[in-house]
């Protein structure tokens, strides 16, 4: 509901930068209150409450409208960028102190045309007064953007701490595949020479692609679901040569999520432990799906299906195993991600695995 209502009020701002214009004037709001509430009272309660009501909310929302949506806006000319478009600059100080005085006359004038009066007759009868008005209204639009910045850079630390923990959690998983490859490769170079070559080709497409998604910043944005596919398309064409007949896979993408961002390497070890723990072990091998497709309007669902030996999950594993690291360490990752996503496991011994990413959806990037 609230993802949805910042979608509407804030289409023409970037997408990311939605959710957190919204709670801002939920926290605007909040205040108002309580402000009109001091002036009522400071004015010996000399009008009625709902006119101190309605200057109050005029006011700060003309100053939070200003300063924060528009800032955003004109992010490129104020020379600021994402994720929360903040800089101590002469720049940005100017515009600031522009859209606290701008936006006080605005909210005067909505609550004068409310109260059937003007404001501006103070500039001969009490000055001061007037000016008084004013200094309130820049200490109190300071005190908000003072806050706003604390809490941006305390966004920004706990990004930066989730982009490291999900690099750690790449940097453990890469050796993990890593090794298996090459266990199965130096096995092939003894029997099978030409097969080992085609492998190590494959390996070597799959290492590019994954020096790529070494080096793309997790909150950029930058690694899609086309990068994620194409990379599992790599590793399945390696395991296809060692397997031969015995593996068959498919890759479902629709064409409107392949610009969607994901982290990279999330969906690899789910197709590495369908392979290595459900496909493998049976003589005939089998088949695995990965397909990924929208849910209602908020979702992003991504499945891994396999026709394997399957496993019992009522019950935990007597010891730990490949397939649950690989699987914890998806779960781990996901946990990191902003927003609520889950993986979902159904299996049973002899019927397969599914395993369901339910993600959100996000404002797709074009495919490079």
């Not at 019950?315 to 690989?326: E, H, I, L, T, V």
Request: glycine content about 8%.
């Amino acid at each position: 509901m609230t993802s949805a209502l910042a979608e509407w009020l804030f289409a023409w701002l970037p997408a990311a930068s939605r959710p957190g214009a919204l709670r801002r004037l939920a926290a605007v709001w909040t205040i108002a209150p309580a402000i009109a509430l001091v002036l009522w009272g400071n004015n010996t309660k000399t009008h009625p409450l709902d006119i101190s009501l309605v200057y109050s909310f005029a006011i700060s929302t003309s100053i939070w409208l200003l300063s924060d949506p528009m800032r955003i806006r004109l992010g490129a000319w104020l020379r600021v960028g994402p994720p929360h478009f903040w800089a101590f600059t002469p720049r940005v100080g100017l515009y600031m102190l522009g859209c606290s005085t701008l936006g006080y006359v605005l909210g005067t004038l909505v609550g004068d045309a409310y109260a059937g009066r003007s404001t501006w007759d103070m500039l001969s009868q009490s000055p001061a007064r007037l000016l008084g008005f004013w200094v309130s209204g820049l200490v109190f639009s300071g005190l908000f953007v003072l806050g706003f910045y604390q809490r941006a850079q305390a966004e920004d630390l706990k990004r930066q701490a989730t982009e490291a923990r999900l690099k750690l959690l790449e940097t453990q998983l890469e050796p993990h595949m890593l090794f298996n490859t090459l266990a199965n490769l130096r096995a092939l170079i003894q029997t099978d020479p030409p097969r080992a070559i085609h492998m190590l080709d494959r390996l070597n497409d799959y290492l590019r692609a994954t020096l790529k998604a070494s080096r793309t910043d997790v909150a950029s944005g930058g690694h899609t679901l086309a990068d994620e596919f194409a990379r599992l398309h790599d590793y399945l064409e390696l395991m296809a040569v060692r397997m031969g007949p015995r593996l068959a896979y498919s890759l479902a993408l629709p064409d409107g999520l392949q610009g969607h961002p994901l982290p990279p390497l999330l969906l690899q070890p789910l197709v590495e432990n369908a392979i290595r723990h459900g496909l493998e072990p049976q003589v005939d091998g089998g088949t695995v799906a990965v397909s990924a497709r929208t849910e209602g309007t908020g979702s992003l669902v991504i499945e891994v299906n396999d026709t394997g030996a399957g496993m019992d999950t009522s019950a935990p594993p007597a010891a730990p195993s490949d397939s649950g690291f690989g699987l914890a360490q998806v779960r781990e990752r996901i946990a990191c991600l902003p927003g609520a996503g889950r993986v979902d496991v159904h299996s049973a011994p002899g019927q397969g695995t599914r395993i369901t990413l339910t993600l959100p959806l996000l404002n797709p990037v074009s495919p490079a």
